[in-house]
Nanobody, 129 residues
Framework: QVQLAESGGGSVQAGGSLKLSCAASGYTYCMAWFRQVPGMEPEEREA??????????TYMDSVKGRFTISRDNAKNTIDLQMNDLKPDDSAMYYC???????????????????????WGKGLLVTVSS
């Protein structure tokens, strides 16, 4: 497993922007951002965006056109630029390094499994209306 250090997040009004960053201690083919709404169980975390080491980016439908995931393989970092934020985007956001093979690194294929993969501690994002 790799260690993940997240930064960013915070509070913003609807329509605003925030950027999340994550630095990994090592390489993983598939990196992703998940989010978990308060009151939701960890197993219910949903993958927001994913990126492979060759730069293939995929998103959950509700954030397409608003969020951009990027990756720097030389630095082992990923970012999530979030624009036009909505109150429904409010959640804890988690960086994840997912142990999964080629062809499966996209949000609808990813999930949280206790004890599996590598996870950051989470960043709180609050969007007010």
């Amino acid at each position: 497993q790799v260690q993940l250090a997240e930064s960013g997040g915070g509070s913003v009004q609807a329509g605003g922007s925030l950027k999340l960053s994550c630095a990994a201690s090592g390489y993983t083919y598939c990196m992703a951002w998940f989010r978990q709404v308060p009151g939701m169980e960890p197993e219910e975390r949903e993958a927001v965006a994913a990126v492979t080491d060759d730069g293939r980016r995929t998103y959950m439908d509700s954030v397409k056109g608003r969020f951009t995931i990027s990756r720097d393989n030389a630095k082992n970092t990923i970012d999530l630029q979030m624009n036009d934020l909505k109150p429904d985007d409010s959640a804890m956001y988690y960086c994840a390094a997912i142990e999964i093979g080629p062809g499966y690194c996209y949000p609808s294929s990813l999930a949280y499994y206790p004890g599996m993969d590598s996870w950051g501690k989470g960043l709180l994002v609050t969007v007010s209306s």
